[in-house]
């Protein structure tokens, strides 16, 4: 199993993300999205997301990394989140994962996985 069963049922609970691509000249970008947990991989999707400059970046092979967090508390101030890095590949012509999307999604496996503040210490592991 790539995400632990607690990582699975705290990122079911989220709806938005912030996903960081590179640019072919290096520039980062980072921005947020809308995303899916699907047999292990990561599910991009949004409007219009084939015109993106995110959706490009990954065509040309940009490495990514998508953040999910939130506050479970501000008093006591208490965080929790999960880090994905990986490859992505940018697909077209795809059924959206919900009807208003556009047919274009950026598929993320993971290569490593950091989470904190969802089930006992910071973890950090290689998949």
Known sequence: MVFTQAELEYLGTQRLGRLATVSADGVVQNNPVGFFVDAGTIVIGG??????????????????????????????????????RGTAVALSDVEPPVPYFSREVIRITPTRIISWGIDGPRSSRVV
Do not use: C, M, Y
Request: proline share 3%.
């Open 47 to 84: 409007h219009a997301l084939g015109a993106s400059k995110k959706f490009r970046n990954v065509q040309r092979g940009s490495t990514v990394a998508l953040v999910v967090d939130d506050l479970a508390s501000v008093d006591p101030w208490v965080v929790r989140g999960i880090e994905v």
